[in-house]
Structures are given as structure tokens and as C-alpha cells.
């Protein structure tokens, strides 16, 4: 038989200190308002995740600053992320209807 391609290697991903703490902070004030918004947050990241460790260069690249790239999360939060070789490191979570230097 015919050999098989060689799947993708999987990515992996790393949170920054800020970005962490920043999605943290997120939550918690989703959370006081709306436990089913935290939540449905905490599942649309995860399962954002999930596909950017099996595609990388899923969300359209950030016109400001090459290298960066931004996805968004509901209607009003964004990831910010960077990729490197296998790595994809996130940078930041925020408020897209913020002055966010992102939006």
C-alpha cells in the first residue's frame, strides 16, 4: 500500500500571565451577572481551542501588528494570539467594545 500522510503536529498552547489573569477577570464579572454566561463563555473558548491546537492560523490575522491574530469569542470578547512554529501563545482576552488597542 500507499504510506499515509504524516498528520499535523499538534500545537501547543500557553497562556500569558496577563492574558490569564485577564480572562480570569472576565468570568468573575460574567459570573456575578450571569452564571450561564460564564459558563457558555468558559465552552466557547475551550472549543475554540480545541481547533486552534489542529489549526493554527484559524482566525484572521490582526492588521496592526503582523504575527498576531484575533478570534472572537462572543459578541463583545476577543483572543488575542501569537504564532510560533507549534506554539500558539495567548496574549490577551478583551472587551471588543472596549478602547482596547486591538479593536
Not at 26 to 34: C, G, H, T
Not at 44 to 56: G, P
Not at 72 to 97: P, Q
Request: charged share 25%; aromatic share 8%; with cysteine.
Amino acid at each position: 500500500g500507499s504510506p499515509k500522510p504524516k498528520p499535523e503536529p499538534m500545537n501547543s498552547i500557553r497562556w500569558t500571565e496577563g492574558a490569564e489573569n485577564a480572562y480570569l477577570d472576565f468570568l468573575r464579572s460574567m459570573y456575578d451577572n450571569s452564571a450561564d454566561a460564564a459558563v457558555f463563555l468558559d465552552e466557547q473558548l475551550e472549543n475554540l481551542l480545541d481547533r486552534l491546537i489542529k489549526f493554527k492560523h484559524l482566525c484572521p490575522p490582526l492588521d496592526k501588528i503582523a504575527g498576531l491574530r484575533r478570534c472572537i469569542l462572543t459578541t463583545s470578547i476577543a483572543l488575542l494570539y501569537d504564532v510560533s512554529d507549534s506554539e500558539i501563545t495567548k496574549l490577551s482576552v478583551f472587551d471588543t467594545c472596549s478602547s482596547h488597542p486591538f479593536n
